[in-house]
Nanobody, 125 residues
């Protein structure tokens, strides 16, 4: 059983920053592709960012390029999502996902086998 756990959400003013963390555990030998998705009220889930198991390849949604940064920790299967210059439209539940089958990166939710419960990010003055 693989578990994915996010942390780090909260309320922040426009222009502020947050750092989200995500850890996947369960298969000690496997390295996972890991990604972040978000879903705002009344909207469909959308891709935010992803990083390959090696940490070399990264992908971002156009809406967050230059503001958000995804990175892998030295602890296996732990990733961070740094959110800078936050805007009210970034308000959403952010979910971390992991895949042990995919190489490279993917922005397709169905490519990820394991999902966390999500953490709320609210951007408001």
């Amino acid at each position: 059983q693989v578990q994915v756990v996010e942390s780090g959400g909260g309320l922040v003013q426009p222009g502020g920053s947050l750092r989200l963390s995500c850890a996947a555990s369960g298969h000690t030998v496997t390295n996972y592709l890991m990604g972040w998705f978000r879903q705002a009220p009344g909207k469909e889930r959308e891709f935010v960012a992803a990083v390959s198991w090696s940490g070399i390849t990264k992908a971002y949604a156009d809406s967050v390029k230059g503001r958000f940064s995804i990175s892998r920790d030295k602890v296996p299967n732990t990733v961070f999502l740094q959110l800078n210059s936050l805007k009210p439209e970034d308000t959403a539940v952010y979910s971390c996902a992991a895949s042990e089958k995919m190489y490279g990166v993917s922005n397709v939710p169905h490519d990820y086998e394991y999902w966390g419960q999500g953490t709320q990010v609210a951007v408001s003055s």
